[in-house]
T-cell receptor, first 113, second 115 residues
Framework: KAGVTQTPRYLIKTRGQQVTLSCSPI?????VSWYQQTPGQGLQFLFE???????NKGNFPGRFSGRQFSNSRSEMNVSTLELGDSALYLC????????????FGPGTRLTVT | GENVEQHPSTLSVQEGDSAVIKCTYS??????FPWYKQELGKRPQLIID?????GEKKDQRIAVTLNKTAKHFSLHITETQPEDSAVYFCAASYGGGAGSYQLTFGKGTKLSVIP
């Protein structure tokens, strides 16, 4: 099976702009979770989607949002970008829940200038 | 919510020696504990996991142990090789309600295996 894919791999944006990142899960996987990885805070949970519904959300401001499509592909959106949003954004797919094995994509490296 | 502490933050071992990384968690309801290996510039890779109904699990040179009473779990790597050099993350699965779970990660351990 093909692994988890994410596009784009790299992005450079300026403060105030918005960005949309995409994640395609492993075929057959219905749960997609998003994480932010930074050197200071490590890996932090953003949200989880299952069957086009957000089931869980981490402690991030409302500028971070996402959605999931009927084919399980997911997007996350960050509006009004801040310098502190610079990070590696990782998505992970699992069969049904976050309690199943989660497999990560390669990530999108977002740089905000 | 869940809190996961991971130690040490850095670990250097000679090739062939063993490496042990320890994690503690706070929520006794957590029941799934995966370990990930992340090489520089690469995605986190699931290397082994354990569920709360099991005390130990092995896969070739790596093993994980879980002590539910003490709420800690450990990763053991034997006969370390230079390619084991990476950052290792532990995580605990925490129920968010409505059938949802989320992984809470430790801060990571940078393992260096010296040839």
């Amino acid at each position: 099976k093909a692994g988890v894919t994410q596009t784009p791999r790299y992005l450079i944006k300026t403060r105030g702009q918005q960005v949309t990142l995409s994640c395609s899960p492993i075929s057959g996987h219905r749960s997609v979770s998003w994480y932010q990885q930074t050197p200071g805070q490590g890996l932090q949970f953003l949200f989880e989607y299952f069957s086009e519904t957000q089931r869980n959300k981490g402690n991030f401001p409302g500028r971070f949002s996402g959605r999931q499509f009927s084919n399980s592909r997911s997007e996350m959106n960050v509006s009004t970008l801040e310098l502190g949003d610079s990070a590696l954004y990782l998505c992970a797919s699992s069969f049904q829940t976050g309690n199943d094995e989660q497999y990560f994509g390669p990530g999108t490296r977002l740089t905000v200038t | 919510g869940e809190n996961v502490e991971q130690h040490p933050s850095t670990l250097s071992v000679q090739e062939g020696d063993s490496a042990v990384i320890k994690c503690t968690y706070s929520d006794s309801a957590s029941n799934y504990f995966p370990w990930y290996k992340q090489e520089l510039g690469k995605r986190p890779q699931l290397i082994i996991d354990i569920r709360s109904n099991v005390g130990e699990k092995k896969d070739q040179r790596i093993a994980v142990t879980l002590n539910k009473t003490a709420k800690h779990f450990s990763l053991h790597i034997t006969e370390t090789q230079p390619e084991d050099s990476a950052v290792y993350f532990c995580a605990a699965s925490y129920g968010g309600g409505a059938g949802s779970y989320q992984l809470t990660f430790g801060k990571g351990t940078k393992l260096s295996v010296i040839p």
